[in-house]
């Protein structure tokens, strides 16, 4: 049973009872979390650039990552000043706005994760992306065809491959859904506002995560200023690819996008960040990726219409139940991920 097998074996799906069973079993069994191949995937990454360059786009993914680790970072040191006071305590909202940072920095480590795997075999890098809405069992695919023709096996697999299959998804690629549940693997329990009951166990595995992920940013800002100097990163800022920034925080470029008004998306994007959250925020450019990615054409144009009324002063909620209604339909992944269900029901009520 090769690696992609034990995993689809025993995945798990974000608040369904196996998924919560599963993540208790491995916060007592204390099973690694994602973390710890975050931190080898960057790894991978420094040891590849050591002795070849990575190229503009590689560099714009790495300042991507990099200002998503600074942003977790302050964070970071807020969970360590609870752990550290008598009693130790975390405030589910910020563990909760943690969780959802490390999904976001998770996210765009796949970019990383394909640079990789096209340095380890372009045409390998290739078959993965062909399987994309073929409408076809993944880990069927990988089973008869990836693993054989590349003579894949648990021994030869890179970091960077493992991490971004871990949770693929043949409608439309690199997915993180397991993060859903990080928080009961670090602490045992669902923290959805809730006080957060900790024990030295917890506290370890908190701690543990969170020293791997700084890890992770002295690793990015080592593999940044060691490949490019201070002049190289700004004119990267401002060529075509530029870091965008909004209103003092960083809107992320969302990469081949078809979106026809983007600037519709960043008025709804800093509408929905005023009245509730970041994170909350964040479910729109999630949701644009997914759509872009679909190459679903009349689902880009739902979505327009739909941040075009969610941007208004009073917008009919009725009709934005029916556009996320229509989208869903055009696009079915999304209803899958509830995750961004729950974030888009805050927006729509």
């Known amino acids: 049973m090769n690696f992609m097998d034990r995993f689809y074996r025993n995945r798990y799906r974000w608040q369904s009872p196996e998924g919560v069973k599963k993540a208790k079993e491995n916060f007592k069994k204390s099973k690694p979390t994602v973390g710890d191949l975050i931190f080898k995937v960057i790894e991978e990454a420094e040891i590849h650039f050591a002795s070849t360059k990575p190229d503009e786009g590689t560099l714009t993914n790495l300042l991507h990552l990099y200002a998503q680790i600074i942003q977790l970072s302050s964070k970071i040191n807020k969970i360590k000043v609870g752990l550290t006071s008598m009693p130790p305590h975390i405030d589910s909202k910020l563990f909760g706005s943690f969780i959802d940072s490390i999904r976001t920095f998770d996210y765009y480590l796949g970019d990383l994760d394909y640079t990789l795997i096209e340095l380890y075999n372009p045409d390998l890098a290739k078959t ?12 069927w695919f990988y089973n008869n065809h990836i693993a054989p023709q590349f003579g894949l096996s648990d021994e030869k697999i890179p970091d960077s491959l493992r991490h971004y299959l871990r949770d ?9 859904s397991d993060i859903g549940v990080l928080d009961i693997e670090l602490t045992g329990q669902e923290t959805w506002d809730t006080s957060i009951a900790l024990n030295n166990h917890s506290i370890n595995r908190i701690n543990e995560l969170c020293d791997i992920l700084l890890n992770c940013k002295d690793k990015l800002s080592t593999i940044i200023t060691t490949n490019w100097s201070i002049k190289e990163i700004f004119e990267n800022q401002n060529n075509k690819r530029k870091i965008e920034i909004i209103m003092g925080d960083k809107f992320e470029n969302i990469h081949s996008s078809t979106i026809t008004n983007r600037s519709i998306l960043i008025d709804s994007f800093n509408k929905i960040k005023s009245e509730f959250d970041e994170e909350t925020a964040n479910a729109l450019i999630k949701i644009s990726e997914i759509i872009t990615a679909s190459k679903n054409q009349e689902a880009v144009e739902l979505f327009d219409t739909f941040n075009e009324e969610l941007k208004k002063k009073e917008p009919k909620k009725t009709v934005l139940r029916t556009i996320w209604n229509g989208i869903k339909n055009l696009v079915p992944v999304l209803s899958s991920m509830a995750d961004i269900g729950e974030k888009i029901a805050k927006i729509i009520g």
Do not use: L
Not at 128 to 139: E, K, L, Q, Y
Not at 168 to 176: A, I, T, V
């Open 128 to 139: 993965i992306m062909s399987a994309i809405g073929c409408d076809m069992n993944f880990i």
């Open 168 to 176: 693929f998804n043949g409608d439309y690629g690199y997915s993180n």
